[in-house]
């Protein structure tokens, strides 16, 4: 194959990422890769909350346009941050296999959620996460934390919160595993869509290359995430919306969990539903995610969706 350049972000675990990427890249396909970092307007608007400037997609809009201009071939996302509808001219070809997909309790001081004291201060500016630890304690103050990892685990060890809540995928994928103190379980924090599997995006009109990235793709974690996004881009899926989706394979079934709370009181009850099927193409993991979301719709989601 001819040269493939990664466009990636800056940030310690997005590069962990694109490396990964490029290994797997140059193993099996037998391809030169090199890596084009970049900062996104996600990675430089930290002083407010990614609801209020544009949600996820401002980590992946410099990437596509290197695409664009051809001064890279491949953009590597962590799938979470990947919008649901990609513009016209862009394709996301191939997910990996997942990573532990759950949501990790850091603290310094405590070991889980349960020894927290009455108020204490947590970490998060996902709107998913707010609502569902108000839901488990809705005593605690959660104030928001933005900024990549590093940035994230330097502001509690500084002495600004109590606890934090990341995503398990990063801190393992750099080391940093040491630092989880618990992790939550699917049931009692459920991820977010996608969340710790990586996506590859390319140009609609490369086709070589997305049959080649193609071979890369692990099928359940494919067919797991589209369930899961299918959720999201059912109900309009943003980071106004405090949405969870996961979905796992037990015995031959894929078991789909999903959660919605209220954007502007993250007090009121969570709407849950769990569905399950046997999807073995696109077409039916999405029709497993339709269904899903029309179980919450039953539930009266409509009413939580007009504030997001």
């Known amino acids: ?61 410099e990437l596509e346009t290197a695409l664009e201009e051809d001064r890279a071939q491949l953009a590597v996302h962590s799938l979470k941050d990947v919008p649901m509808d990609l513009p016209e001219g862009f394709a996301l070809v191939a997910i990996l296999e997942r990573e532990d997909p759950r949501d990790a309790f850091v603290s310094n001081q405590f070991a889980s959620l349960d020894e927290l004291p009455q108020g204490a201060l947590v970490g998060t500016s996902s709107l998913r996460r707010v609502v569902q630890l108000k839901n488990l304690r809705p005593d605690l103050r959660i104030e928001p934390l933005r900024g990549n990892l590093d940035t994230r685990l330097r502001k509690l060890d500084e002495g600004g919160y109590d606890a934090i809540v990341l995503a398990a995928a990063g801190l393992k994928r750099l080391g940093l595993g040491q630092r989880i103190r618990s992790c939550f379980a699917l049931d009692q924090m459920i991820p977010c869509a996608g969340q710790g599997a990586l996506g590859l995006e390319v140009r609609a009109d490369a086709a070589a290359l997305t049959q080649a990235l193609g071979t890369l793709t692990d099928q359940p974690t494919w067919l797991a995430t589209q369930a899961e996004r299918a959720v999201s881009r059912s109900l309009g899926g943003s980071c106004s919306m405090p949405l969870a989706a996961h979905a796992r394979w037990v015995d031959g079934q894929l078991q789909l969990e999903v959660a919605l709370g209220h954007p502007e009181h993250p007090e009121r009850p969570l709407l849950k539903a769990r569905v399950q099927g046997q999807p073995t193409d696109e077409a039916a993991a999405r029709a497993l995610g339709l269904q899903a979301a029309e179980a919450l719709r039953t539930q009266g989601a409509e009413d939580y969706l007009r504030c997001a």
């Open 1 to 61: 194959m001819e040269k493939i350049v990664i466009a990636t972000r800056e940030s310690r675990l997005a590069l962990w990422q694109a490396e990964h990427v490029k290994a797997l890249l140059e193993q099996r396909l037998g391809a030169t890769v090199e890596l084009l970092g970049m900062t996104t307007r996600g990675d430089q608007i930290l002083d407010r909350s990614l609801s209020k400037v544009g949600g996820k997609g401002l980590f992946v809009k």
